[in-house]
């Protein structure tokens, strides 16, 4: 077995740790994302198909649970030892990041405005911020007082 012995060495044996650890988070939040972003298709599609599309259901729906979600994994997380790094890259920056989608909120506001429905974009928008805000502190507090 070869001896580390420079700082060369130990060098480039970081490096090596350092890009196969990047490889394998960038893979496990890749596949997160992927999970993430079907379950928010899924869930969009099926509230779409029940509360028809006079309203972004889906939307609001996927981010309120997302915000949730988030708040519940940080609160797990915030315990000691309880899970790997790699597992919280796939639920919250995975997972939750494709599951969420502002961007598509920020749009159907446009889309809102465009047409003249400011009620229906305040709304919107003041139920997703104080919605999730208020979810993210409750899934914290749920996970905190087990």
């Given at each position: 077995?070869?001896?580390?012995?420079?700082?060369?060495?130990?060098?480039?044996?970081?490096?090596?740790?350092?890009?196969?650890?990047?490889?394998?988070?960038?893979?496990?939040?890749?596949?997160?994302?992927?999970?993430?972003?079907v379950s928010r298709f899924l869930v969009t599609k099926w509230l779409l198909t029940s509360c028809g599309d006079s309203y972004p259901w889906g939307t609001l729906t996927v981010n309120l649970v997302g915000c949730l979600l988030i708040g519940m994994l940080g609160g797990y997380f915030s315990r000691?030892?309880?899970?790997?790094?790699?597992?919280r890259l796939f639920l919250t920056i995975g997972f939750c990041g494709g599951f969420t989608t502002f961007s598509t909120f920020i749009n159907e506001n446009f889309f809102m405005l465009s047409n003249s429905q400011i009620i229906s974009s305040i709304l919107y928008t003041t139920v997703s911020f104080i919605g999730g805000l208020a979810l993210i502190f409750i899934g914290n507090m749920i996970i905190k007082a087990f």
């Open positions: 077995m070869r001896r580390v012995n420079t700082a060369h060495d130990q060098s480039e044996l970081l490096n090596f740790y350092f890009m196969k650890t990047l490889f394998w988070d960038s893979i496990f939040v890749g596949l997160g994302s992927m999970i993430g972003g000691e030892g309880i899970m790997s790094e790699s597992m």
